[in-house]
């Protein structure tokens, strides 16, 4: 029986966040400013995401759309 079998009729979605370079306390430790400027400026926006952007996305996919479902959804400001 498949994943899809086991929610088929349940109403369930199953997604992913993959955040990119996320400004916390574990990521930023022991690095040197140099390193954050230039990850921050590999997407558009220049800055490092944060861990209440990440869960802004997570609230859209918690949200009342269902139609959303199997996705991943890269939430990295752009960033390649």
Do not use: H, K, W, Y
């Not at 966040?17 to 140099?34: I, K, S």
């Amino acid at each position: 029986m498949s994943q899809a079998d086991v929610l088929r009729g349940r109403d369930g979605t199953v997604n992913a966040v993959a955040p990119g370079p996320t400004a916390t306390p574990l990521f930023l430790q022991g690095e040197d400013e140099e390193t954050v400027q230039r990850m921050a400026r590999m997407n558009p926006s220049e800055r490092l995401g944060t861990p209440e952007g990440a869960a802004e996305v997570v609230s859209f996919l918690a949200g009342p759309g269902r139609r959303v479902n199997g996705q991943v959804i890269c939430a990295s400001g752009g960033a390649a």
